[in-house]
């Protein structure tokens, strides 16, 4: 299971003004603890990995009178390419071309 720290011993330590490292064990500890607490209540994991290319469907909501398509979160944008039957829907142009 992927599961990142969300934040390191240097900064923690550079944050609650410790210089020693006597703690530093009792602090890697309550550095893991925090992030899964974060985890656990956002039912998430935040942090960076490596891009892929996935596939996803589009299902129709009559409620809304919208096409919806529900993805992974997206730390960043860049790059993001949606390719759909009237053409791509990019980062630029994604609220004019979601409208079928």
Not at 43 to 48: K, L, N, T, V
Not at 72 to 86: H, M, S, Y
Request: aromatic share 8%; charged share 20%; with cysteine.
């Amino acid at each position: 299971m992927w599961a990142p720290d969300y934040v390191t011993r240097a900064r923690l330590k550079d944050y609650v003004s410790i210089a020693d490292p006597i703690d530093d064990a009792e602090g890697d500890i309550a550095i893991t603890a925090a992030s899964r607490t974060v985890d656990n209540h956002t039912h998430r994991q935040f942090g960076q990995v490596a891009a892929q290319a996935r596939t996803y469907t589009a299902t129709y909501d009559r409620h809304l009178n919208v096409w919806r398509i529900v993805i992974d979160d997206l730390g960043d944008i860049t790059g993001l390419t949606i390719q759909a039957p009237g053409g791509a829907i990019t980062a630029h142009n994604r609220c004019t071309a979601a409208t079928p």
